[in-house]
């Protein structure tokens, strides 16, 4: 799993997408997005257990995102952007 910043960069690029993995579940909340990829996991059997292992972690440290500043962002140094256009 690579460094988020990184990642969403090159997702945004890849895609040309204003939204991006890790800014993502930062806005909805680590707790939510582990519960997501927990069910996926569960569904389709096999999933990588890093970023839930990761999530995890985050989340026992306290940092769950969803505008608390204690997310992969705003950890690693990141500004947040908004996804719509005002």
């Known amino acids: ?3 988020p910043e990184a990642t969403d960069s090159l997702f945004r690029s ?3 997408s204003e939204l991006a993995p890790f800014m993502s579940m930062d806005d909805m909340g ?3 997005a582990l ?3 927990e069910h996926y996991a569960e569904v389709l059997g096999s999933l990588a257990e890093g970023p839930r292992k990761l999530c995890r972690q985050m ?3 306290g940092n ?3 505008n ?3 997310d992969f962002t705003s950890i690693q140094g990141m500004e947040k952007e908004y996804y719509l256009n005002p």
């Open 68 to 70: 608390l500043a204690t």
């Open 1 to 3: 799993m690579g460094d």
């Open 64 to 66: 769950l995102g969803g």
């Open 35 to 37: 519960n997501i990829e």
């Open 59 to 61: 989340i026992e440290q």
């Open 14 to 16: 890849w895609f040309r």
């Open 30 to 32: 680590l707790d939510i």
